[in-house]
């Protein structure tokens, strides 16, 4: 299968600064990513959609200038969680999805990030 | 997108079969039934995708009823590092989103 990365896999920082998470389709073209949160022994949480250069489509309920997305070629998707603060610490999950080469509703999962707001 | 319904958790144990079934009243005509496992700090894995009656892959099977109202994923002679949350979603071959239920925990002993 296709082969998606993030980065970092685990970041601590402290309350008030912003932190950057890379998604990254190591194999294949993303036509589509999507970023999720997970917060312990809770099922992921869709937080938004992005096509390769176009804005960004929130879930409801997302702060679309608190979480920054961009998704500027068609393998890198980034995460910005600005002025970060100890109820954003949870692990950030991005998936990947392209059409042709595999099942068409099929998406790849990254490894995740920790993120950890002092 | 259908809204799915699993059992929370399911206990088993090393070398025995489990099913998982998953219910989904309301799946439409276009929607196909895909199966994801979370291990503890990972991404979801795709397990195995199917739209009716069996679908066997190298790891798993998934059976579908005629009226497809419900599927159940099949793990033969489960081991220890089975282990983990498994997800049923529906949606169809357009669909964009996929919405995580909550998931079946398993939990194979020993």
């Known amino acids: 299968g296709a082969v998606v990365s993030q980065h970092p896999s685990r970041v601590i920082c402290k309350s008030g600064t912003s932190v950057k998470i890379e998604c990254r389709s190591l194999?294949?073209?993303?036509?589509?990513m999507f970023w999720y949160r997970q917060f312990p022994k809770q099922s992921l949480m869709l937080m938004a959609t992005?096509?390769?250069?176009?804005?960004?489509?929130?879930e409801q309920g997302v702060e679309k200038d608190k979480f920054l997305i961009n998704h500027a070629s068609l393998t890198l998707s980034t995460l910005t969680v600005t002025s970060a603060h100890p109820e954003d610490s949870s692990f950030y999950i991005c998936?990947?999805?392209?059409?042709?080469?595999?099942?068409?509703?099929?998406?790849?999962f990254g490894p995740g990030t920790r993120l950890t707001v002092l | 997108l259908a809204k799915t319904t699993q059992p929370i958790s399911m206990d088993s144990y090393e070398g025995q079969e489990v099913n998982i079934t998953c219910s989904h009243n309301?799946?439409?005509?276009?929607?196909?039934i895909t199966w994801y496992q979370q291990f503890p700090s990972q991404g979801p894995r795709f397990i195995i995708q199917?739209?009716?009656t069996k679908v066997t892959n190298e790891v798993a099977s998934l059976f579908i009823p005629a009226d497809r109202k419900s599927s159940t994923l099949s793990l033969p002679r489960v081991s220890l590092s089975d282990t983990a949350v498994y997800y049923c979603?529906?949606?169809?071959?357009?669909?964009?989103?996929?919405?995580f239920g909550t998931g079946t925990r398993l939990l194979v002993s020993p």
């Open positions: 979603l529906v949606g169809d071959s357009g669909f964009q989103k996929l919405v």
């Open positions: 992005s096509n390769e250069g176009s804005k960004a489509t929130y």
């Open positions: 199917g739209y009716k």
């Open positions: 998936s990947a999805r392209t059409s042709g080469r595999y099942s068409y509703n099929e998406q790849f």
């Open positions: 194999d294949f073209q993303a036509t589509t």
């Open positions: 309301n799946i439409a005509t276009n929607d196909y």
